[in-house]
């Protein structure tokens, strides 16, 4: 009986049925959270949405259309308002056509209820409108504005691959009520302290270095005394008041006590908190459609083994699953994770083992072939004299790593000194000769492919080395090579793509100041190689005569096209250098900075401390994923079998790598693996990991059956929302 | 037989016995950690070396000792040499009879094994060698330099009472190795980066708008690029290459993301990871000493109610020993006391219950009777007719609060307008008879007792409002009505006291600075009011000719006196202006600053912000203690009772304060009790609240029986020992 229910489930099994479930596991994988439907039909079409020569193209129209203000007026590199306008007309167009695919993708009610498809949508017409009005105001020679411009970036944030930006984005608009409140406090703040500065210093007839009064108009002050929050004016905004009398010092010192370091760990304390109070709830419901989808996927393939027992996945519909899902994945590592997932050797996966799926296929495992040195196959009796075994042993040796170590050093003092002299410059040579020598060495002893195939960075960025001038780039790897400083580099690359998510954030903001800047402040201050033309001092603006601004050279620092922008914007976020803007235009400029300032300072930067923060503790705390362990305590059980194993063992040696860990087949296959990535990390995986030791309790999969039941809420609504 | 033993124990315990276990009491409220002899002459001298005449006169030599720098040579009011020295010899005199009196009170070997008494020790005989040299030299009009100066802030950090000071600088000092590898590695970078900009700009013949060389010279560039990181000199640094070249601003942008942005994020995290594990390791043991001084007078006070059963403390000697230990209690607050220590109403306390009564003493209660109003008594009749009445009622409507706070408003907005206006001037006669209205209205409605005796600030600030001119501050009240910013406002008040410990540190580490850069820099720069004479111009030292430091005219940051160093070291922790000190010493004098801006701002100040942070995350998640939590429910218990009495509500919801607590009496005395100071801790309170979550499980009393048994480690250590 059992083994009819068996065949009649077979049977059951197209291939269909495998490419379904294969696109639940990826989904599940790698985090994707749309809702299609589940006809052959819309399953192709869902594949190809996916597919990667897509997403590339469609971020290539993203930065086209985003490179587009280089050569709009006013322009880095100046061309006709036709040729921008055909080529956004082009980005449109595409951004059109993938919009249609994703509608026939999804279901129709579905794509109309998502705000980030309205929001592209909206945006398209916007853009369209304006471009129409524009054309039209041209060819009448009116003055027009491209305002569309601004509302560029929400393309890059409404995309369907753009979920870490609009999850930071979720962050922020969380964190505001919370920052309002504070925020709200700091200004009361400040407009007490002006009040006092007002009546304490308005009536002493002081003056600034240039000679204007000093402290007199009360919205100047409550401007000065913000700004010194930045402490960009530090010590000049206190200056003719200490002059007058040293007790007005103890105001300025109460006023940056107050504001700028305890105000500022405020700020940080309320990101911090609302920023990790709401990440945790958005990776939880990661965590949990994660998981609705590998449930999915498991509905598709279970089986009955017995009757009324629990449904199970059979080792044979496994190995028919994972060449759908990842076909370029060796046998021996598919073994290696069947073997993690059936813990208990049944031959059979239940549910919750079936679940871990998606997230072991996160986990890279490097998969180590102990093949024999080809030298060994070639010329076995030289390979094996007693000179060549010595030679392989100095180049195994940890003197070996430090001697080049140390030959780094040297050479980093070299480039230090004077290139013009003949010895220094010839010495180059002979350091490249060394590093040449170092890569034969360490091919003539290793095994070419493990070599190069181990992922190991610091192997390809030698040879990168003496191909390309970063010569003291170098340096990094001796760093790298010293343990104490393992712990602080891991985190540091750990974060490296939630860098790139703040980076897209921030390109967005500093866009969207970029084009409000350039058409508030463009041409007013204007740079000039050479300055002796009187037409040409003073950034070629009279009213910047006798300014700091202009006495101190930052004409460059304008916002005549979006390059200079970008560039003025980031000397805005380190300290708000202003005052010349304000003086070419008027007093009311003074609320572009302040509010850039808001954005970018107050809530980004502080976000991204907070982040830089959680992902430190996180290495301190040195906490490993439920599925890392597994795997670890595999590798301990293998370790006596391992032992014999020279190259590894060397290898392991040199590089203070994790464990390695031996496939478990019965037959001792000479295969071993090793976890790769401890560094490359998905953001994805890292944001789960921060958060894991909350979500284990409440997050079993038993608890996700209920609600994969009501699959209408299967696409998660919080993760399927842009920012309004 | 009971009866006999319980008489047969009450022999035994004689004054002196309450006496001790009141010493150990009160040594448990306040976390004082000293091990002395129980003799009763050790006993007495012990309670006078606490007593606080004492530790007054102590801080007041301490203070002289420090302000002795005002009129020593640089002196900001100069007194002869032998006066300032004859003033230093008191000084030491009043700490050597301090230490004399301590080494009576506390074991000999313990005295000699403690590294802060042989601080001190060291410290007094340096200094006295220091003034014998310094005097015979200057008897011989020799140079001499009085370089003791330097030892005094550190008799702040060793006696008895600057138990908060040490445990700042232990966990400074344990925070160190983890800062040092994250310090090796950004000086790493900064040594890369600099190296990187010296080939790519070095040769380009750059000059700065001074017309120096740019980016020649490898030692100034990585002093350059480090103070870019504390963006003193942000776009001036850059603005050289910037102008010959737009992609030279990729090198500063990528320098400043790592360097600012990133590592100083890594400074913070390190700080704050080391100083919360330390930290809680330093709380655990002084729960755990308290514990142990709480089982100690157990241990005195305990009686034996059956044969064989647990030690208990009876009421009756719990009456003797609580006037011992608090005498202004009343009588209504010793019963709340027992009653919530107490709570299965046994007429005894164990030793688990016994221990609370430490950090019970230490939640301030304030006892609230309901009397009835002097003229509720006097005029029954006009007080309850229906116009006064109504009075009552309007009185007691929120709506007269937020009438009074606009009216604050209103005022504010007078004064921030000009005076000289006769309207507007005599305005502030109409404002003031509105707050003396307010005043009579308030006590005519409220019984004046209760009014006054509530611990509430603003009743007596509204009082000082009217005689002070601090006019401005009066908002700030309006600022605490509204309950959204009492979260914040909580949390500032909070960490009060904490400020004052960071900024005794700060004075410590300022001081020695100061002393330091005192002897190197003092008369380099000096300051005149009038600088038309050509002696006076550049601060008097040509060498400033031309350089920002004497065009912006900062000559009066200077070194010449100990008040002007301290506000220039100020102006450094905010931004780092030193250009002005490098040009006219040598080029040295750059490690004065770097290691300045390493110890106050890298350290000293994350370590602020990491307490802000954790204070803020405390106050977020709204923690309650154990104790406060077991009132709250005694009170809640006791709600029903409690509705009948008007006044208190009236109080209660203009107020929005805690829960009332009511005497849980049979009788009903009318006696009302609240937690008064939810805002007003000590740092110690604070701290034990912060990390008492992870104290509870290992820290039972229980556990504690077996280590109070081995009294020889009660004298914890760790806190007998100061920095080293």
């Not at 009005?133 to 409404?158: H, M």
């Not at 103890?250 to 940080?268: A, E, G, P």
């Not at 996927?297 to 449904?311: H, T």
């Not at 040796?397 to 000194?417: P, S």
Request: aromatic share 14%; with cysteine; net charge positive.
């Amino acid at each position: 009986k059992k083994y009819g229910h068996v065949i009649g489930h077979f049977m059951l099994l197209v291939f269909q049925d495998f490419e379904l479930a294969a696109i639940y596991v990826s989904d599940a994988q790698y985090n994707r959270n749309i809702y299609f439907d589940t006809s052959p039909q819309a399953v192709r079409l869902y594949l190809l949405y996916h597919h990667w020569i897509l997403k590339v193209l469609l971020y290539f129209f993203i930065v086209l259309n985003l490179s587009l203000a280089i050569f709009e007026e006013p322009a880095v590199l100046p061309l006709p308002t036709w040729a921008t306008m055909l080529v956004e007309l082009f980005c449109l167009l595409a951004f059109t056509l993938r919009m249609g695919h994703y509608a026939k993708v999804i279901p129709r009610d579905k794509f109309w209820k998502d705000p980030k498809n309205l929001c592209i949508i909206a945006t398209l017409v916007l853009t369209l409108t304006d471009m129409v009005i524009y054309g039209a105001l041209k060819a009448a020679d009116c003055y027009g504005v491209r305002w569309s411009r601004v509302l560029r970036p929400l393309l890059l944030i409404n995309v369907t691959e753009g979920r870490q930006l609009r999850r930071a984005f979720r962050s922020i608009r969380n964190a505001l009520p919370q920052i309002f409140y504070v925020f709200l406090l700091f200004m009361f703040s400040i407009l007490l302290f002006s009040l006092m500065a007002l009546k304490l210093l308005g009536k002493r007839d002081l003056k600034t270095i240039y000679g204007k009064p000093y402290f007199t108009n009360y919205m100047d002050i409550v401007f000065d005394l913000y700004v010194l929050v930045t402490t960009a004016n530090s010590p000049d905004v206190m200056m003719p008041a200490y002059n007058a009398n040293v007790g007005f010092a103890i105001f300025f010192i109460l006023y940056i006590l107050i504001n700028t370091y305890i105000f500022m760990s405020v700020f940080l304390a309320v990101v911090y908190n609302n920023y990790k109070k709401y990440l945790k709830e958005e990776v939880r419901q990661l965590v949990r459609a994660k998981r609705h989808k590998m449930v999915r996927a498991f509905a598709v393939l279970q089986e009955q083994r017995e009757e009324g027992g629990q449904p199970v996945v059979t080792r044979n519909n496994w190995n028919q699953l994972i060449p759908l899902v990842q076909p370029n994945l060796c046998s021996a590592r598919r073994q290696l994770i069947w073997s993690v997932c059936d813990d208990k050797n049944q031959g059979f996966l239940d549910k919750v083992a079936f679940i871990q799926l998606a997230d072991l296929l996160n986990i890279e495992v490097i998969a180590l072939k102990p093949r024999s040195h080809p030298f060994l196959n070639l010329f076995p009796n030289f390979y094996q004299s007693a000179p060549s075994r010595f030679v392989c042993k100095v180049v195994q040796h940890r003197g070996f790593v430090i001697a080049f170590d140390l030959i780094i050093l040297v050479n980093t003092v070299f480039i230090g000194l004077d290139e013009k002299n003949p010895l220094i410059s010839n010495s180059e040579w002979v350091f490249l000769t060394l590093y040449l020598l170092e890569i034969l060495l360490k091919l003539y002893v290793f095994e070419p492919r493990a070599f190069f195939s181990r992922h190991n960075f610091w192997n390809c960025r030698q040879i990168l080395d003496i191909v390309f001038i970063l010569r003291v780039l170098r340096l990094v790897r001796v760093v790298d090579n010293i343990q104490r400083f393992r712990t602080i580099i891991n985190t540091l690359i750990r974060i490296g793509p939630a860098i790139f998510t703040f980076g897209q954030l921030i390109v967005v903001v500093y866009y969207i100041f970029a084009m409000l800047g350039m058409e508030i402040f463009k041409n007013k201050v204007k740079f000039y190689d050479d300055s002796s033309d009187p037409d040409k001092q003073y950034c070629g603006n009279p009213l910047l005569k006798g300014t700091a601004f202009a006495n101190l050279n930052y004409c460059k620092n304008n916002f005549n096209n979006v390059v200079s922008s970008f560039v003025l914007l980031v000397e805005l976020t380190v300290v708000n250098q202003c005052s010349g803007f304000v003086t070419v235009t008027n007093v009311s400029a003074r609320i572009f900075f302040v509010i850039f300032h808001i954005t970018v300072v107050i809530i980004i930067i502080n976000i991204f401390v907070a982040f830089v923060l959680e992902a430190f503790f996180l290495e301190y705390s040195d906490l490993q994923t439920s599925l890392e362990k597994k795997i670890e305590e595999l590798n301990l059980a293998m370790e006596q079998e391992r032992l014999d194993n020279s190259l590894v063992n060397a290898m392991e040696t040199m590089d203070n790598n994790l464990g390695t860990e031996e496939s478990p087949t019965p037959s001792r296959s000479s295969m071993v693996f090793k976890i790769s990535s401890k560094r490359y990390r998905t953001v994805d995986a890292l944001l789960q990991r921060i958060f894991e030791a909350d979500l284990a309790p409440e997050d079993l999969p038993e608890n996700d059956e209920a609600e994969a039941q009501n699959t209408g809420s299967f696409s998660n609504p919080t993760f399927g929302s842009g920012p309004a």
